[in-house]
């Protein structure tokens, strides 16, 4: 249950009597004095269009749902941006009917979106085609689907739709992501969007995905991603100039706002990636939640002045609305501006405010920055994160394998997977997996490994071992190999094996330890996925891939024996730790790998 407001101040407008579209309506002209060219009436109808059945709600009642709009759950958020070509008023709304379950607040989404097209031009097509991947089957999301309608001086409304990429768990928010971006023409941009903003495993946290309601040629699909305690170092890394921003700026802007250059450990600062038809981002914009940085509203204004004044951004329109818009003193509470953003629109700078209506709480002076904002984490135990490694986060759920498996059957494809493989591992691996036997100190661990190199070389037999029947192998596969240059198609694999290397060579034992677990368990399941994929086609005959055959059932047993091995796993916390570090640290550059295999098939 949402706790009462506290006092709002002097400019306070909250009565028993103001409904949602009443508070809406009055900040909304507040906000609407930055241009005289914004047609207020018009803006306020497509407010209350947007609201639904919520529009009559009265702002003294509990919120009717947990809505993750903004923080005290008020079902919308306006938003002005200040400087570019001209200024922006932004409304952000998420409607429902009755049930606030996300599957009905979805149908009355999707109700809703059909009045907007006939009432307001909106152009449904490009959502309809990928609707079915985000439509909330199970609670994994905190949205269902929300719109946003954006407001320029003399020109109609814009329409933006937004989606949650963890609909279907988060485990699976990178292939959904790529199958959308597949249906809207743009799965090419997967690999180097994920390189760019999600190089940080899961401290950079897929969120959402939203796509302008219009069919034109500057028509957008954005990608938003949360990063968790990024350092401005990282966020850097991430934006770089993809924005349009100059040099150090991206930096500058986060130092100002927040305050201080990270760490980031409260609310993370979000990076949104535009896409208008190329692979290649148009746009990348830094969100700064400057709420949880700050003790008050205050503060908050003060630091965005700053910004501007930075950046040579003219703060009166700014400021003007800010104080319209205000129903209480800004050192009153915290949360009214719940972020920042800024972006070079044509060179020009730009700064958008997100505020919050607070309708149902204001925060007290400094409680935000307090919270502290979960961190997306797998199991601490050995045991249960390889269970995760073989059922949630499967690699069959991976883009690649997952647009393979949409794909029509092709031999060139596996070729490239197998050949990348041979490049990573090839004869090297019996050797970096007898390094590690040697260095294990736990002999139930060392017998294991040992009986897995045993394997890999035939068992003794030399005719038998793993890299003399996967030669003979490729060597069938050879005639449907992928044209063009050998280097740049193998690339993936050469990268991939200095990661292996370094994890058989060179780390601690336990947490190489912990890299096999994953290595075998990933091993199986490529296995699995390549034969399965190879039984679809007419070309080639599967039954004469004497590796594949062998392999299956090998890695079968070993990624069963690495639950043994995970098992064993000596029963101290630092032990756990450094078995788990590893195993993430595999699976994190096995995914990378995948991800570069994905953009060598389908360039």
């Known amino acids: ?69 903004v923080d005290d759950h008020t079902p919308f958020e306006l938003s002005l941006a200040i400087g570019g070509t001209a200024p922006e008023l932004r409304i952000l709304v998420e409607t429902m009917c009755g049930d606030s379950s996300l599957a009905a607040r979805w149908r009355a989404a999707r109700a809703l979106g059909e009045r907007l097209r006939d009432r307001h031009g909106a152009d449904l097509r490009r959502l309809d085609q990928i609707a079915d991947l985000f439509e909330p089957r199970r609670d994994h999301s905190l949205l269902a689907l929300w719109y946003a309608a954006s407001f320029r001086p003399d020109r109609a409304p814009e329409w933006k739709a937004y989606v949650d ?46 796509l302008d309601l219009a069919d034109h040629e500057r028509a957008r699909l954005k990608v938003y991603v949360r990063h968790h305690h ?23 802007f986060c130092a100002t706002v927040l305050g201080h250059t990270g760490p980031y450990r409260a609310r993370p600062v979000v990076s949104c990636w535009a896409f208008t038809g190329g692979s290649e981002p148009s746009g990348a914009t830094l969100y700064a939640p400057i709420a949880y940085y700050v003790r008050d509203d205050a503060e908050a204004r003060a630091r965005i002045l700053r910004w501007m004044d930075r950046v ?68 601490h135990s050995p045991e249960p994160l390889i269970h995760r490694y073989e059922t949630a986060e499967r690699l069959a759920d991976h883009p690649l394998f997952q647009r393979l498996a949409r794909e029509p059957a092709a031999v060139g ?39 897995q190199l045993n394997d890999e070389l035939g068992d003794g037999d030399p005719s038998r071992a793993h890299r003399v029947l996967f030669q003979t192998m490729l060597a069938d596969l050879e005639p449907y190999a992928l044209p063009g240059d050998r280097e740049a ?70 990624a069963g024996e690495s639950v043994d091995l995970a098992r064993m796993t000596p029963p101290t916390a630092e032990a756990r730790a450094a078995i788990c570090r590893g195993a993430e640290q595999l699976a994190a550059l096995g995914i990378r790998y995948f991800d570069e295999l994905y953009e060598v098939v389908f360039r």
Do not use: C
Request: aromatic content about 6%.
């Open 1 to 69: 249950m949402v706790e009462a407001s506290v006092s709002a101040g002097p400019h306070e407008t909250r009565g028993p009597s103001l409904t949602l579209r009443d508070l809406g309506a009055r900040q909304l002209g507040a906000l609407a004095t930055v241009s005289d060219g914004l047609d207020l009436p018009r803006i306020v109808e497509v407010f209350g269009d947007l609201l639904g059945a919520s529009a009559a709600r009265r702002v003294h009642e509990a919120p009717a749902y947990a809505s993750d709009v």
């Open 165 to 210: 990429l963890r609909a279907q768990g988060s485990e699976r928010a990178r292939a959904v992501l790529e199958q959308a971006l597949d249906r809207l023409g743009l799965g090419a941009a997967y690999p180097g969007l994920m390189r760019a903003a999600g190089a940080r495993d899961l401290l950079d946290e897929l969120v959402y995905f939203s």
């Open 230 to 252: 990024a350092a401005i170092g990282d966020l850097e890394r991430v934006i770089d100039r993809a924005g349009g921003a100059e040099a150090g700026e991206v930096g500058a």
């Open 312 to 379: 040579e951004i003219e703060p009166g329109g700014y400021e003007r609305a800010l104080a319209a818009f205000a129903r209480r003193s800004l050192e009153s509470g915290v949360g009214m501006h719940s972020y920042v953003s800024f972006k070079r629109d044509r060179g020009l700078p730009r700064v958008t405010a997100y505020l919050a209506p607070e309708a149902y709480r204001t925060f007290p002076p400094g409680s935000l920055a307090r919270r502290e904002f979960p961190v997306p984490r797998r199991p």
């Open 413 to 451: 494809p596996l070729w490239a997977i197998l050949a990348n493989n041979w490049v990573a591992v090839g004869d090297r691996f019996p050797r970096w997996l007898a390094h590690l036997v040697a260095r294990v100190e736990h002999d139930g661990m060392r017998s294991i490994l040992a009986k």
């Open 489 to 558: 198609l193998l690339a993936p694999g050469r990268r991939f094996a200095q990661g292996l290397a370094h994890n058989y060579l060179e780390r601690p034992w336990l947490e190489a330890v912990g890299g096999s677990l994953v290595a075998e368990v990933y091993g199986k399941q490529v296995d699995q996925l390549i034969g399965a994929l190879l039984r679809r086609q007419r070309e080639l005959d599967p039954a004469s891939l004497t590796w594949l055959v062998l392999h299956e059932t090998l890695e079968e047993d070993h």
